[in-house]
């Protein structure tokens, strides 16, 4: 054990921990259930320290041996993903200062062991003196938040990407499937099943649109802000040099924000891409219910697609498949539709020069990201790649169904469309043989009216 000491007085810190005092009393305060933060966000939140250290050290404002011990120290938690000493509970109080704390503690007891010292030995690298020199929680938290919502919406942007794909050759592969069209669940008109995935590959496009503006929202940090965004006790040379050390090092077009008094207390950026989150949300869920749809069944149900089989769907049913994937997806959007409400409150109720929920707020935001990500690319590649369709029950639901007639009454008039409907549901016959046997139109011209090539024109008309 060693003690450490804060102006609330010294506690008993374990020999071989790298955290220190603070830490200790977020522990103690907050609790350890195994919750942690996002890793992108321990990782940007590294990058922002090194780009300080980097900074102060460029400017004579930190002594070269001792940024180099940092630095390395740095380097070493980056390249081998350390991140275990960093521990304080994701909603800890205080607007993200036991995180700070917590990563300064860490990167100067590593930096204190690389340069041949002891653990707490403060009086050659300090947590606070050393590691957060000419900083604050208040800029560090918001700007190593938004580089790893930069990080994330690169993901997301690319899970997108392959989704649209994977729709789009849908839609290239059953181009010439007609099928039945519904509305409000109920029969409507003939579609190609080409056409219904065409308007999904739009509706994600639009998403992955989205997604790549919403960069320019959080790419604006407000380091070198400290405190309130007044830049109070930093240097000026180091305000403008240390966002570029952080261009450097993370390779992302960050830019420092104009109004740091701004950009320290207000969230709505933030909210604005959660906002976009949510709609990508949903149309993620409108695409996924509608394939569960119409798999359902499959005997009983509408059952014209056949889901892949990923697991068993019952302890008593055999041979039952349930849509888990679907049903995933859907929790999921469920899930970031929420998240987004929160962070929306949350972000509202900041006082003053400061958020005191930002944790929350980060805590939500990337926690989603990271889910949507995932259920993205878990939908994409065992659902839209691997299913299929049941062309019988496709063209036995379409031939059943008063929606061909619907279409054809433009061609032959409603009181024969009617009459024929009538005699379909009393006799065994298809309205296709009804309206061929009683020469209402000739076998050929039925063909072409009621094709896919036709619907097709219909539906992309200029």
């Known amino acids: 054990m060693r003690v450490e000491g804060d102006s609330l007085g010294q506690l008993s810190i374990p020999g071989d921990s790298f955290y220190g005092i603070h830490t200790a009393r977020a522990l103690e305060n907050f609790g350890d259930v195994g919750e942690r933060h996002d890793p992108l966000f321990v990782r940007s939140y590294l990058l922002v320290k090194k780009a300080a250290a980097l900074a102060n050290a460029a400017l004579g404002h930190l002594e070269q ?14 390249e081998g993903n350390r991140y275990d000493d960093i521990v304080v509970h994701p909603l800890s109080g205080g607007a993200g200062t036991s995180l700070n704390m917590n990563v300064n503690e860490v990167i100067a007891n590593r930096a204190l062991v690389a340069a041949g010292r002891t653990r707490g030995e403060y009086g050659f690298i300090h947590p606070l003196d050393h590691v957060n020199m000419h900083q604050s929680t208040n800029d560090t938290y918001p700007s190593a938040f938004r580089i790893a919502m930069l990080m994330h919406l690169e993901g997301l942007e690319d899970a997108l990407v392959k989704l649209q794909g994977a729709l789009q050759e849908k839609e290239k592969a059953y181009a010439g499937v007609l099928k039945l069209g519904r509305t409000e669940l109920q029969d409507a008109l003939p579609i190609t099943v080409g056409m219904q995935f065409a308007a999904y590959a739009e509706a994600v496009s639009r998403d992955r649109w989205r997604i790549f503006k919403a960069k320019e929202r959080i790419k604006v940090l407000n380091i070198g802000g400290t405190a309130i965004g007044t830049g109070f006790n930093a240097p000026q040379r180091y305000i403008f040099l240390v966002i570029e050390k952080l261009k450097e090092i993370t ?20 909210v604005e891409v959660s906002g976009l989150l949510k709609t990508c949300s949903v149309n993620l869920m409108k695409i996924s219910e509608d394939l569960r749809l119409q ?3 499959p005997s009983g149900g509408i059952g014209e697609v056949i889901l892949p089989p ?13 849509p888990v994937m679907c049903e995933f997806t859907s929790q999921i959007a469920l899930l970031v539709m929420a998240y987004d409400n929160t962070i929306a409150q949350a972000s509202a109720l900041g006082n003053f020069e400061l958020n005191q929920f930002y944790p929350l707020v980060a805590y939500l935001m990337l926690k989603g990201m990271n889910l949507q990500e995932l259920s993205i690319r878990q939908f994409e590649a065992r659902v839209i790649r691997g299913l299929s369709l049941d062309g019988q029950k496709i063209e036995a639901n379409l031939n059943d169904s008063m929606a061909v007639l619907t279409y054809l009454s433009q061609h032959i008039g409603h009181d024969a469309a009617a009459r024929i409907y009538q005699q379909c549901q009393h006799g065994a016959r298809s309205i296709r043989q009804i309206i061929i046997d009683e020469k209402i139109l000739t076998e050929q011209r039925y063909d072409e009216l009621v094709s896919p090539e036709r ?8």
Do not use: H
Request: no cysteine; glycine share 10%; aromatic share 4%.
């Open 251 to 270: 390779g992302l077009a960050v830019t420092r924000a104009e109004n740091m008094v701004d950009a320290t207390q207000n969230l709505d950026s933030v």
């Open 310 to 322: 990923m697991q068993e769907g019952s302890s008593i049913m055999p041979g039952k498949v349930n």
């Open 65 to 78: 041996d001792k940024a180099g011990f940092i630095i390395r120290a740095i380097d070493e938690m980056l």
């Open 295 to 297: 798999s359902s069944g």
């Open 455 to 462: 619907i097709r024109m219909m539906g992309y008309r200029k």
